[in-house]
């Protein structure tokens, strides 16, 4: 079974400096997606970012990026220029490229952003 | 194009009740999913459904807990006599199809109560 392991409870950044959170993933396929999401208190759940495995170059949207580590099973996510809005519960997931598959979440870290 | 509705918000049961969680897909989305979330973990899958049918209920417990997407209207996730250990957040999401990247749109949750 697929497991997503999120070492970090909670990190926290000074407003305008970057963070990095860990991910790290199990699995014995080749072929599957990574994504973070963010959840405000609001609870939404909002997807920050999505990576494919047979991608090479790491996902990048605006502020956020990944370095996905294929070999070492690893995928974090750092976060430039921190403002306060981000200041949320990030989940790692993971989903095999299978189709009819679900999506398996880690247990999250909080980031908490000090002004 | 409005997202995944969940409805109610907010649910609160006695002991022993019935709780019914509603979720509408996002226009299109033929594709449905449960989640939970106990207060301050990740999201545990439930189960994945089709149209009529349920794909992967191995994320469900094997008692008091059902989950329907009928033909027409919404998807509804049932928990019969309720205990005080299933209260949680309860989150849905869609996709349009089953493709690993496709990525799942989360409603904002109903988040039941039992007294």
């Known amino acids: 079974a697929q497991t997503v392991t999120q070492s970090q409870p909670e990190m926290s950044v000074q407003e305008a400096e970057t963070v990095t959170l860990s991910c790290t993933y199990d699995?014995?396929?080749?072929?599957?997606?990574l994504f973070w999401y963010k959840q405000p208190p609001s609870r939404q759940m909002i997807l920050v970012i999505r990576?494919?495995?047979?991608?090479?170059q790491n996902a990048t949207e605006n502020r956020f990026s990944v370095n996905f580590q294929k070999a070492a099973k690893s995928f974090s996510l750092k976060i430039s220029d921190s403002q306060l809005g981000d200041a949320a519960m990030y989940f790692c997931?993971?989903?095999?490229?299978?189709?009819?598959?679900?999506?398996?979440f880690g247990t999250g870290t909080r980031l908490t952003i000090i002004p | 194009n409005a997202g995944v509705m969940q409805n109610p918000r907010h649910l609160v049961r006695r002991r022993g009740q019935e709780a019914r969680l509603r979720c509408s897909p996002m226009?299109?989305?033929?594709?449905v999913y449960w989640y939970r979330q106990l207060p301050e973990e990740g999201l545990k899958f439930m189960v994945y459904?089709?149209?009529?049918?349920?794909?992967?209920e191995s994320g469900m417990p094997k008692e008091r807990f059902s989950a329907e997407f009928p033909k027409e209207g919404p998807s509804i996730l049932r928990i019969q006599q309720v205990v005080r250990g299933d209260s949680a957040a309860y989150f849905c999401?869609?996709?349009?199809?089953?493709?690993?990247?496709?990525?799942?749109?989360f409603g904002n949750g109903t988040r039941l109560t039992v007294t």
């Open positions: 999401a869609s996709s349009p199809g089953s493709a690993g990247g496709a990525p799942l749109h």
């Open positions: 699995t014995s396929e080749s072929d599957y997606y």
């Open positions: 990576q494919e495995a047979y991608k090479q």
């Open positions: 997931a993971y989903r095999r490229n299978f189709g009819n598959e679900k999506l398996t």
């Open positions: 226009k299109g989305h033929s594709h």
């Open positions: 459904l089709q149209k009529e049918n349920i794909i992967d």
